[in-house]
């Protein structure tokens, strides 16, 4: 089984970098949790975010950020909207389901009828 972070949606922000100054190089990122298993892949409705300079590479934490970050941040929040949550059944699922009924019948054709 793993799990991953897949990004849905990225804004680049027009603010300053608390740390480089730079107001070309700051990158709001939304990401949604994945769960991926040999029978199923599930996307989850959990979803973190983070602010990451591309100038000098770093990444901006809340403590850092500025009331206009904040703001902005607070804005793209309200705008985000996630893929919904939803779980896709893989092959190896399908051929185990079916493999299940055919024997489930089979007992109860069985037990139904015993001279067979």
């Known amino acids: 089984m793993s799990e991953k972070l897949v990004t849905i949606k990225e804004v680049i922000l027009k603010n300053n970098c608390p740390e480089c100054y730079s107001n070309e190089g700051l990158r709001l990122t939304f990401k949604q949790k994945v769960i ?6 599930s996307m989850t409705s959990q979803i973190s ?8 590479n770093t990444i901006i934490y809340p403590v850092k950020w500025t009331d206009d970050i904040e703001r902005v941040f607070e804005y793209q ?3 985000f909207v996630p893929k919904r949550a939803s779980t896709y059944l893989k092959k190896t699922s399908w051929i185990a389901i079916i493999l299940i009924i055919i024997i489930a ?4 054709l069985l037990a139904m009828y015993p001279n067979l």
């Open 36 to 41: 991926d298993t040999k029978f199923y892949r």
């Open 49 to 56: 975010h983070e602010i990451a300079c591309k100038i000098c």
């Open 77 to 79: 929040k309200k705008a």
């Open 105 to 108: 019948i089979a007992i109860i």
